[in-house]
T-cell receptor, first 114, second 112 residues
Framework: DGGITQSPKYLFRKEGQNVTLSCEQN?????MYWYRQDPGQGLRLIYY???????QKGDIAEGYSVSREKKESFPLTVTSAQKNPTAFYLC?????????????FGDGTRLSIL | EDKVVQSPLSLVVHEGDTVTLNCSYE??????LLWYKQEKKAPTFLFML??SGIEKKSGRLSSILDKKELFSILNITATQTGDSAIYLC????????????WGLGTSLAVNP
């Protein structure tokens, strides 16, 4: 089945540690996105990528990094510079960023601080 | 600043009730409005609306957009416990930025 796979489902981070969240899609979508969801707040865009080897900062990129070496994959690294990383992280993809097509989401990764 | 406001923030109803969820927006360069349903994990896409006055339907769910008054409603008739979820509204900005502006969501609980 086509879809977006995020792993792991749950992740714990120690102080000073970088962690990487995986996002893979087999929908042949060009555009991919990372969002952060906190209680009482809407989805906030961290980074997005329109094509391979290209990515742009979203609204809250500080303390995060991404790469887009393959069309199918858009991993997110939460660095030690992100002081409040506890949140639910959602990866999404769409056919193309400039198209008027909906984004489709993975099941998310819940990150907590140890 | 672009914003999307959903109301109510939470709602508790009994099975069989009809509910109406609201989404108002102030977004420069409107392109489309989207509704998603989020249970415990991934938001799942429900509807995309681009034109005023055209109702979209899927089973017991329906939605309509008013681009003059800048709002949309999502109706759910004959609610079931499986409709319990957070319903998210987002508006696509068609400018160079071209990003989705998200509301905070409406948390719906349907009691048996």
């Amino acid at each position: 089945d086509g879809g977006i796979t995020q792993s792991p489902k749950y992740l714990f981070r120690k102080e000073g540690q970088n962690v990487t969240l995986s996002c893979e899609q087999n929908l042949n979508h060009d555009a991919m996105y990372w969002y952060r969801q906190d209680p009482g707040q809407g989805l906030r865009l961290i980074y997005y990528s329109q094509i391979v080897n290209d990515f742009q900062k979203g609204d809250i990129a500080e303390g995060y990094s991404v790469s887009r070496e393959k069309k199918e994959s858009f991993p997110l690294t939460v660095t030690s510079a992100q002081k409040n990383p506890t949140a639910f992280y959602l990866c999404a993809s769409s056919i193309a960023r400039n198209s008027n097509q909906p984004q489709h989401f993975g099941d998310g990764t819940r990150l907590s601080i140890l | 600043e672009d914003k999307v406001v959903q109301s109510p923030l939470s709602l508790v109803v009994h099975e069989g009730d009809t509910v109406t969820l609201n989404c108002s927006y102030e977004v420069t360069n409107f392109r489309s409005l989207l509704w998603y349903k989020q249970e415990k994990k991934a938001p799942t896409f429900l509807f995309m609306l681009t034109s005023s006055g055209i109702e979209k339907k899927s089973g017991r769910l329906s939605s309509i957009l008013d681009k003059k008054e800048l709002f949309s409603i999502l109706n759910i008739t004959a609610t079931q416990t499986g409709d319990s979820a957070i319903y998210l509204c987002a508006v696509l900005n068609a400018g160079n930025n071209r990003k989705l502006i998200w509301g905070l969501g409406t948390s719906l609980a349907v009691n048996p």
